[in-house]
């Protein structure tokens, strides 16, 4: 292995932290724009309580509400044009991935010359990334992406219906202040769709890093086995605060860079998925959750002996042999049922999704990322035809 690694992201994490905020925010900045989503947290009151506490500590406020849950490039831009009107020196992103997706954008876009979309990766030759952008304060109100302690967003083009990443050093959040009880209120089909993209954060490293990482593995390996054990607990309960907590920590460690140090993974089924999720605004979550396991099924046929391990750590199931195919087959199988018992879609179809598009989405996928020899990273590298034969399974 040969990388570096480095997370300036400072955590701030535990129950009632919110109350911190205003100091936290005081530290960056006299006047925060906050970016919100659709209007859940002003109905549970947690963005009273974030001004309250802002407020206190001599920040004001401006606002930028209504993100979408696949943020569109047109937010971003109207948000920025709002922190650059209000002469905002910090932003605030109280919400889920997409809201503190959005807010990095919108940080680095006061700065940006140019068409923002020009951030993201969609096939263009004169991309250029963001180099400067305002503080970015993160305060997650569901378990899911990580984005609270990364410098990747995910934005929508709306006019070409794409959907692309954008990952850069001025992108890192400078505090993440997590407070899992700000989860206690998310429905039960949220947390679940939250647990299955946590989940598949981790999966994407184990399956298509590079050989000999056994620290990582097991890293990976106690990240799926913490979601599959206190996930449910939070689903049963939503207000069982231990079983929030650790799918928070959870959710917060699968995706800042720790698990994936080292691996050099692609994310081959959430580029597929973001192709879906651009067309249909469905969830991310219950979008990897019906890709994910066909994807599986579908690298098993080359990696046999990874998926046999896979089966072996996180369901116990006996192998003979380190290439046991059926063994490979038996953990998807139950990987797949366990996302089911939680309530997460596993095929396509759940959610009304038909084969009319299906090939519009390998090319989509293929625009955004490719390799020199125009297939999608990932072990094995797939083709357009290799993407429309893992979608139409998951049908």
């Known amino acids: 292995m040969h990388f570096e690694y480095q997370n300036p992201t400072r955590i701030v994490f535990g129950t009632g932290t919110l109350s911190k905020l205003g100091e936290v925010v005081r530290e960056y900045g006299k006047k925060a724009l906050v970016v919100t989503g659709g209007g859940s947290v002003k109905r549970n009151g947690t963005f009273e309580r974030a001004v309250r506490s802002l407020n206190e500590a001599g920040v004001a406020v401006a606002q930028c509400a209504g993100v979408e849950p696949n943020p ?17 020196d910090v932003v605030v992103a ?17 700065f940006y010359e140019g068409d923002p979309w020009n951030m993201m990766a969609h096939g263009q030759p004169d991309r250029r990334l963001p180099e400067s952008a305002l503080p970015l304060i993160t305060v997650p109100t569901l378990a899911a992406t990580g984005s609270e302690m990364n410098s ?35 429905p039960k089909d949220q947390t679940a769709n939250g647990i299955c993209d946590l989940i598949t954060h981790v ?3 184990y399956f298509n890093g590079i050989d000999g990482t056994p620290v990582q593995d097991r890293f990976a390996e106690g990240v799926i086995l913490t979601a599959m054990e206190w996930g449910p607990e939070a689903i049963a309960d939503g207000s069982n605060i231990q079983a929030r907590e650790q799918v928070q920590w959870a959710s917060l460690v699968a995706l800042n860079g720790w698990v994936q140090a080292g691996t050099a993974s692609p994310f081959p089924v959430h580029m597929i998925e973001h192709s879906l999720s651009a067309h249909h605004d469905i969830a991310h979550g219950a979008g990897l959750s019906a890709i994910n396991p ?9 990696r046999p002996d990874r998926f046999a ?5 996180i369901f116990s199931i006996p192998l003979n042999g ?9 953990g998807i199988n139950r990987f797949e049922a366990f996302l089911a018992s939680i309530g997460c879609p596993t095929s396509l179809g759940e959610m009304k999704i038909g084969d009319a598009l299906i090939e519009q989405y390998a090319q989509d996928t293929l625009q955004v990322i490719h390799d020199a020899e125009g297939r999608l990273p990932g072990r094995p590298p797939m083709s357009a035809e290799d993407i429309v034969e893992v979608l139409r399974k998951a049908l």
Not at 162 to 185: F, G, I, N, Q, W
Not at 309 to 313: D, I, Y
């Open 294 to 302: 066909s994807w599986m099924r579908f690298a098993a046929r080359t």
């Open 72 to 88: 569109r490039i047109a937010t971003v831009e109207r948000g920025a044009d709002t922190a650059r009107r209000e002469e905002c």
């Open 94 to 110: 109280l919400g889920g991935g997409s809201v503190m997706d959005a807010a990095k954008v919108m940080a680095a876009a006061v």
């Open 203 to 205: 999966t994407e490293s």
């Open 322 to 330: 380190p290439e046991d195919s059926s063994a490979a087959m038996e």
């Open 309 to 313: 391990g896979f089966a072996h750590r």
């Open 152 to 186: 990747g967003a995910v934005i929508t083009d709306e006019k070409s219906t794409l959907k692309s990443v954008v990952s850069a050093r001025c992108l890192y959040p400078k505090v993440a202040v997590v407070d899992p009880e700000l989860t206690l209120s998310v």
